[in-house]
């Protein structure tokens, strides 16, 4: 496996191939980052992964600065599953210069939900996938693939209509989220979690696997009830000494909640959460 850090050592190291399956990440990899590039290997004929803390996304009170930097252990993991190239950016690496232009996307897709508690999360993220599907397809002649995981579903919606818009000639694929024995989504973010909070955490999935029943056995009554349902989910996760942001119940297909017109089906549908356990914001969802 290859590391490189620049851009023109990507382009020299990308020169023999031509069809680039690709898995974005912010590196401290766990299982769940292992299992997207399992799923990307057969994809192309070379498996790159790039590993970037990108500024762009957090907010000044975030946890840019903290965000665990384990690039020896990430290149180990990432050996051990085949990748066969990791691009390691620095900030000056990948904005030499501040990066005045921005990928702006839908406010009725991105300014909701994960994009409502963290403004301009999205354009942070757009801008830098469509920067790093830049320096890994560009020399790109056969087919591209991007892999992104379902625990960040309104992420994964958000590139796939960037792709759209933009008519990228990239194929995006989402991989099922990983869990813990015991349910817990699979997050680099769980690593900040202690004992105790660590054994709570799974209670956010229940809590959304609870909403998604309700929510089927609301069936057409569900546009009506849903605000109640989801109150009563985020008044017993809060009961248990969570801070939620939201739980909620949306169409698959835009994340805008169900409406009367909508038939309710369990393809219809994704619950989705997220909530803060002590300093630590976790979230998840579930495809009802
Ligand atoms: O999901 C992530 O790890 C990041 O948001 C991504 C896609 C690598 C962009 O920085």
């Not at 290149?75 to 005045?100: I, M, N, R």
């Not at 379902?150 to 590139?159: E, F, G, P, R, S």
């Not at 000639?169 to 099922?176: D, L, N």
């Given at each position: 496996m290859k590391l490189v850090h620049t851009l023109e050592d990507l382009r020299a190291a990308l020169q023999?191939?031509?069809?680039p399956a690709f898995v974005p990440t912010m590196g401290n990899l766990h299982a769940g980052h292992l299992d997207l590039v399992r799923t990307a290997k057969p994809l192309g004929d070379v498996t790159v992964a790039s590993i970037f803390v990108n500024?762009?996304?957090?907010?000044?009170?975030?946890d840019f600065d903290t965000y665990p930097r384990t690039l020896q252990a990430d290149c180990d993991k990432l050996a051990t599953e085949g990748c066969d190239l990791v691009f390691a950016p620095s900030e000056k690496d990948l904005y030499?210069?501040?990066?005045?232009f921005k990928v702006q996307p839908p406010s009725e897709l991105a300014d909701i939900l994960e994009g409502h508690f963290r403004p301009g999360f999205f354009v942070g993220v757009s801008t830098v996938v469509m920067k790093l599907f830049q320096c890994v397809f560009s020399q790109a002649k056969g087919p591209r693939y991007a892999v992104f995981g379902k625990k960040d579903y309104q992420q994964q919606m958000v590139i796939r209509r960037m792709v759209q818009q933009f008519a990228l000639p990239v194929t995006v694929i989402g991989a099922e989220t990983q869990r813990a024995p015991d349910g817990l989504a699979l997050s680099?973010?769980?690593?900040?979690?202690n004992e105790t909070e660590r054994e709570e955490a799974v209670q956010l999935s229940l809590a959304l696997r609870a909403l998604a029943r309700d929510a089927l056995a609301a069936a057409d009554g569900l546009p009506a009830h849903r605000e109640g349902l989801e109150t009563r989910a985020m008044h017993a996760l809060a009961a248990r000494g969570w801070q939620p942001d939201y739980l909620t119940v949306r169409r698959r297909v835009d994340l805008q909640p169900p409406t009367?017109?909508?038939?309710?089906?369990?393809?219809?549908l994704v619950v989705l959460g997220a909530a803060r356990l002590g300093t630590t914001r976790l979230i998840d969802n579930f495809e009802v």
């Amino acid at each position: 496996m290859k590391l490189v850090h620049t851009l023109e050592d990507l382009r020299a190291a990308l020169q023999p191939y031509d069809s680039p399956a690709f898995v974005p990440t912010m590196g401290n990899l766990h299982a769940g980052h292992l299992d997207l590039v399992r799923t990307a290997k057969p994809l192309g004929d070379v498996t790159v992964a790039s590993i970037f803390v990108n500024r762009l996304q957090f907010a000044p009170h975030e946890d840019f600065d903290t965000y665990p930097r384990t690039l020896q252990a990430d290149c180990d993991k990432l050996a051990t599953e085949g990748c066969d190239l990791v691009f390691a950016p620095s900030e000056k690496d990948l904005y030499p210069e501040p990066q005045g232009f921005k990928v702006q996307p839908p406010s009725e897709l991105a300014d909701i939900l994960e994009g409502h508690f963290r403004p301009g999360f999205f354009v942070g993220v757009s801008t830098v996938v469509m920067k790093l599907f830049q320096c890994v397809f560009s020399q790109a002649k056969g087919p591209r693939y991007a892999v992104f995981g379902k625990k960040d579903y309104q992420q994964q919606m958000v590139i796939r209509r960037m792709v759209q818009q933009f008519a990228l000639p990239v194929t995006v694929i989402g991989a099922e989220t990983q869990r813990a024995p015991d349910g817990l989504a699979l997050s680099s973010r769980n690593g900040y979690l202690n004992e105790t909070e660590r054994e709570e955490a799974v209670q956010l999935s229940l809590a959304l696997r609870a909403l998604a029943r309700d929510a089927l056995a609301a069936a057409d009554g569900l546009p009506a009830h849903r605000e109640g349902l989801e109150t009563r989910a985020m008044h017993a996760l809060a009961a248990r000494g969570w801070q939620p942001d939201y739980l909620t119940v949306r169409r698959r297909v835009d994340l805008q909640p169900p409406t009367a017109q909508d038939a309710v089906t369990a393809q219809s549908l994704v619950v989705l959460g997220a909530a803060r356990l002590g300093t630590t914001r976790l979230i998840d969802n579930f495809e009802v």
